[in-house]
């Protein structure tokens, strides 16, 4: 079976090889993979599926590889949870969080579009894999070309988060730390791109990377007896991920394993950096690129590339697209941390304050299915919350001065409280 066409220009819908290329040569728009639906609805099936392999390989009939996978062979198939103690502060029965921030091998959402990058670049014959990253995606891309033997350079922004950049250094790949946001960056490495026969996996291979997104879907529609859920809620930088989440609910549907979807999804941005929710507000239809000011830099991208289809999918779906302060990000973070045990990075606030902040304007009924997308792991942006989490209590290593500790201490009082 073919299962991939081709690429297709997702604007003039020109048909393009499956190479390593990006953007239509007639109308700049970007590529996507165009794939046949005929064959796949042939072989494909709920009881194949959930014989597959516990990754996101299970869907493999709908990822772009022609052969077997190479890279990623663990990635996906993250824990769902059904969140009661967040869903009763806010109102719902049936809130889940999709917990990414324990995927395989760097404890991001990253690891899936870089195992299906990946795999694809070793197909097309690529030795020196690369990317331009606001810092979970880099992490990424060098653990998984350290595992698969493939020379690698990973371009930064210079500020970012010490446990990101530790988090690249310790794969020894070539790490490019640039002094400047990551638009510039970005713009950077499109040069590079040009001189440099490498697979870019957010550039030249963007097609095929940004197609690993989907399986957040397939998975939410898995764990959910296949049905796609009410609404869901999905954090927004360059807006890829939002509209895969929506592409992998109606490929579903479209193969029969699903009823029909009618999901809202809701994007979430940090104030600091909202250009795809002004869009929306102001119901705009391009985007007005922001210079980024937020702790949520993971998300800090300025002039997201996939900021218009976004804007596009939410409100084609009857979702919105809202922004969150610095100070509600950190509260997010504690909230998601106190209520279900989850520690997870910035964006992860971004996404819980969203949440709230949808469920207190009474977006949601009680009773509607809610999933929000955890995509990061908070033990890499420890810097954002430190100065929120308090000290541990110093004491000497004895009782007395144990009890003392206690007395001075709020414990006391809430152990009489029970
Ligand atoms: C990259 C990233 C996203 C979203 O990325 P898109 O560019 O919108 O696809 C969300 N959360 C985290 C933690 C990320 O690293």
Redesign the pocket.
């Known amino acids: 079976m073919n299962k991939m066409k081709g690429l297709v220009c997702k604007e003039c819908k020109k048909a393009y090889p499956a190479e390593a290329i990006h953007v239509c040569e007639f109308c700049f728009g970007p590529l996507e993979v165009a794939y046949n639906y005929d064959a796949i609805r042939s072989v494909i099936s709920k009881e194949k599926i959930q014989q597959g392999p516990k990754s996101l390989w299970r869907y493999k009939d709908l990822l772009p590889i022609e052969g077997e996978p190479t890279a990623g062979l663990n990635a996906g198939f993250t824990p769902m949870i059904h969140a009661k103690n967040l869903g009763r502060i806010l109102g719902l029965d049936r809130l889940y969080l999709k917990n ?1 921030t324990v995927n395989c091998l760097t404890l ?3 690891d899936r ?1 870089v195992a299906v990058a990946l795999t694809r670049a070793k197909e097309l014959g690529f030795d020196t894999v690369a990317c331009a990253s ?4 880099a992490n990424s891309v060098s653990a998984h070309a350290a595992e698969s033997g493939l020379r690698c350079f990973v371009f930064i922004p210079s500020d970012l988060e010490a446990g990101k950049i530790l988090g690249n250094l310790v794969y020894k790949p070539n790490v490019v730390a640039v002094e400047g946001n990551y638009d510039d960056v970005n713009r950077l490495c499109s040069e590079v791109a040009g001189e440099y026969p490498w697979a870019f996996v957010n550039i030249n291979i963007r097609p095929y990377y ?1 197609e690993g ?1 989907k399986t957040l879907a397939y998975e939410t529609m898995e764990y959910l007896d296949w049905q796609a859920p009410d609404h869901v809620v999905v ?8 509209t ?1 989440i929506y592409k992998g609910f109606h490929e579903f549907e479209s193969l029969g394993l699903v009823g029909p979807v009618v999901t809202k999804i809701h994007g979430a941005q940090a104030e600091g950096c909202s250009p795809v929710a002004e869009a929306f507000k102001e119901k705009r239809d391009f985007i007005k690129p922001v210079k980024p000011k937020t702790i949520a830099k ?2 800090a ?1 300025g002039n ?3 900021g218009f289809y ?1 804007v596009k999918v939410a409100r084609e779906s009857g979702g919105l697209i809202e922004s969150v302060s610095d100070e509600a990000v950190v509260q997010g973070m504690m909230l998601l941390a106190q209520k279900e045990g989850i520690f997870a ?1 910035t ?2 606030g971004v996404t819980i304050a969203v949440l709230k902040k949808l469920a207190e304007q009474g977006v949601f009924k009680r009773d509607e299915s809610v999933v929000a ?1 955890i ?2 792991n908070g033990l890499k942006t420890q810097e954002a919350i430190a100065p929120s989490v308090g000290a541990p209590w110093l004491i000497q290593p004895s009782l007395m001065s144990f009890q003392e500790a206690l007395k001075k201490s709020d414990a006391l009082k809430e152990e009489g409280d029970r």
């Open positions: 990414d991001s959402f990253k579009v606001t810092g979970n995606l940004s997104s954090p927004i930088a360059s807006g890829s991920l939002l895969k993971s998300l991208i997201p590339a996939d976004a990075e964006a992860g997308y995509t990061g």
